[in-house]
C-alpha cells in the first residue's frame, strides 16, 4: 500500500494563489496517472485535475481550466498543484491519489486517500 500526504493549503483571500504538493511513497509513482480532487462542506469528493505519468499531458474540471496547472517530478515522487485566481467556491480540503487510468476521474488501488491539506479561500 503506499502513502501519500498532502501539504501546502491555508487562507487566501480571493485572486490569490496557492500551490500544493502531494507526497507519494510505496508505490512506483511514476506508473501513475495521478490526480487531485477537493471536497468542500457538504458535498461530495470532486475531480479537480489530472497529470499523465511522464507530466507530459494533463486535463482539469471545467471549474478549474485555466486557473490552475498540475505538474509533477518523478524524480522527487511529488504533484503539485498551483492555483491561481482562488475563489470562494474553491475553499475545499484538497487531496491527491492515483487515478484509475487516462481520462479517468475515479481513483485507482494506489493508497487510502490521505488528511488532505485545506484551502479556504475569503471574499
Known amino acids: 500500500q503506499g502513502q501519500l500526504v498532502e501539504s501546502g493549503g491555508g487562507l487566501v483571500q480571493a485572486g490569490g494563489s496557492l500551490r500544493l504538493s502531494c507526497a507519494a511513497s510505496?508505490?512506483?509513482?511514476?506508473?501513475?496517472?495521478m490526480g487531485w480532487f477537493r471536497q468542500a462542506p457538504g458535498k461530495e469528493r470532486e475531480f479537480v485535475a489530472a497529470?499523465?505519468?511522464?507530466?507530459?499531458?494533463?486535463y482539469y474540471a471545467d471549474s478549474v481550466k485555466g486557473r490552475f496547472t498540475i505538474s509533477r517530478d518523478n524524480a522527487k515522487n511529488t504533484m503539485y498543484l498551483q492555483m491561481n485566481v482562488l475563489k470562494p467556491e474553491d475553499t475545499a480540503v484538497y487531496y491527491c491519489?492515483?487515478?484509475?487510468?487516462?481520462?479517468?476521474?475515479?481513483?485507482?488501488?494506489?493508497?487510502?486517500w490521505g488528511q488532505g491539506t485545506q484551502v479556504a479561500v475569503s471574499s
Open positions: 491519489n492515483a487515478m484509475e487510468g487516462w481520462g479517468a476521474t475515479n481513483t485507482t488501488d494506489f493508497a487510502s
Open positions: 497529470i499523465s505519468w511522464s507530466g507530459g499531458s494533463t
Open positions: 510505496g508505490r512506483t509513482f511514476s506508473s501513475y496517472v
